[in-house]
């Protein structure tokens, strides 16, 4: 075992943390803490169509009822997300042909995703899971896999690599609670050669391994 600094030690002292039981908490408090501990979500936007050409734009996870309807009839959905330029200046959420799916983008994301819903079988109901909780047998949630066959962005959020640029593109997130944050203030690491950190490593093991 590593060695621990004098913090390190202090950070794991058993009485400095709470241990839950899923089976003892709430749905509320349950979904509390998995919102503000596993983070940042994306706020995104999803649209879809139904099959009388009803279009319907929905903001996961709160309006998603006619969204999962629409994904069974096989017409595809545009997914997009927010960013804080398009947010504060430009929301006027103005419709935008996608290139093959029936659904509209939103034209002033700076990124969307045109997607197919995957077909399992040939049965439409087949197009979703539906997540039931594994005591109650409640319905909890339904998942939807997708192909995505088309990328809408904004040349001006790319890096020269092709890569979207956090610092221009400032995607909004939810961090808990009734929280947002913008990402921006961000660090590159380097990903470690190994012909340079073989020599170190090697002599590290040795280390650990004598008595």
């Not at 009803?54 to 994904?71: H, I, Q, R, W």
């Not at 029936?102 to 399992?120: H, Q």
């Not at 939810?174 to 913008?182: E, K």
Request: glycine share 6%.
């Amino acid at each position: 075992m590593l060695s621990r600094t004098e913090l390190g030690s202090y950070w794991i002292k058993e009485e400095l943390w709470k241990v839950y039981s899923t089976a003892e908490m709430d749905k509320t408090n349950l979904n509390k803490l998995l919102n503000s501990g596993i983070l940042p979500h994306p706020m995104s936007l999803v649209s879809t169509i139904s099959e009388d050409g009803v279009e319907n734009l929905a903001l996961p996870p709160f309006s998603l009822k006619d969204t999962t309807a629409n994904l069974k009839n096989g017409q595809g959905f545009s997914a997009f997300v927010e960013n804080a330029n398009a947010t504060a200046a430009l929301s006027g959420l103005t419709k935008e042909k996608c290139v093959q799916i029936r659904a509209s983008r939103v034209k002033e994301s700076a990124f969307s995703m045109e997607c197919e819903v995957n077909s399992f079988h040939t049965e439409p109901a087949s197009l979703q899971i539906d997540i039931t909780h594994p005591v109650t047998g409640e319905h909890r949630s339904t998942l939807i896999l997708a192909h995505v066959k088309y990328f809408h962005v904004r040349k001006d959020m790319l890096t020269g690599r092709g890569a979207v640029d956090l610092t221009k593109f400032k995607p909004v997130a939810r961090v808990g609670d009734i929280s947002y944050a913008r990402v921006g203030d961000t660090y590159r690491v380097p990903v470690p050669s190994w012909a340079q950190e073989e020599a170190k490593i090697q002599e590290a093991s040795m280390t650990l391994a004598s008595p």
